[in-house]
């Protein structure tokens, strides 16, 4: 294996380590709050019975669901990127990473979306 060859192979594992440690975090944020939801929800329900808790339940629900969903884009472009080194001149692996990464970056901003718009409606709620 030469240098240029191994220093590329560690800038991967390098980005593929940061990739699953955000995508855990991602991951864990919605499906926390989720929990947290749920444990304290007849609380909630009784203290603000204006405010609609089933919206957040499936707000953080979805944002679970995008964050687990951005563990197949992740895997998905890791293959990819595997086969890609083997044969870097196939164009249709290319064209797969790039659409991994872009189905990943929305998937997680999707998450990270239903995050936000459940603590903006308990934040509308309790206020």
Same mark, same amino acid.
């Given at each position: 294996?030469?240098?240029?060859?191994?220093?590329?192979?560690?800038?991967?594992?390098?980005?593929?380590?940061? !990739?699953?440690?955000?995508?855990?975090?991602?991951? #864990?944020?919605?499906?926390?709050? %989720? #929990?947290?939801?749920?444990?304290?929800?007849?609380?909630?329900?009784?203290?603000?019975?204006?405010?609609?808790?089933?919206?957040?339940?499936?707000? %953080?629900?979805?944002?679970?669901?995008?964050?687990?969903? !951005? %563990?197949?884009?992740?895997? #998905?472009?890791?293959?990819?990127?595997?086969?890609?080194?083997?044969?870097?001149?196939?164009?249709?692996?290319?064209?797969?990473? !790039?659409?991994?990464?872009?189905?990943?970056?929305?998937?997680?901003?999707?998450?990270?979306?239903?995050?936000?718009?459940?603590? %903006?409606?308990?934040?509308?709620?309790?206020?």
């Amino acid at each position: 294996m030469t240098e240029g060859t191994q220093t590329h192979a560690e800038h991967v594992d390098r980005q593929v380590a940061a !990739t699953k440690a955000a995508v855990t975090a991602i991951t #864990l944020l919605n499906s926390g709050s %989720w #929990l947290a939801l749920l444990s304290q929800a007849d609380k909630l329900a009784t203290m603000t019975p204006h405010a609609n808790v089933a919206v957040v339940f499936l707000a %953080w629900g979805l944002g679970a669901f995008f964050g687990t969903l !951005t %563990w197949l884009f992740v895997y #998905l472009n890791t293959l990819l990127q595997e086969f890609n080194d083997r044969d870097p001149n196939h164009r249709g692996f290319r064209n797969g990473i !790039t659409a991994t990464i872009v189905s990943g970056l929305l998937s997680s901003f999707a998450s990270l979306a239903c995050f936000v718009s459940g603590v %903006w409606l308990i934040y509308v709620a309790l206020s």
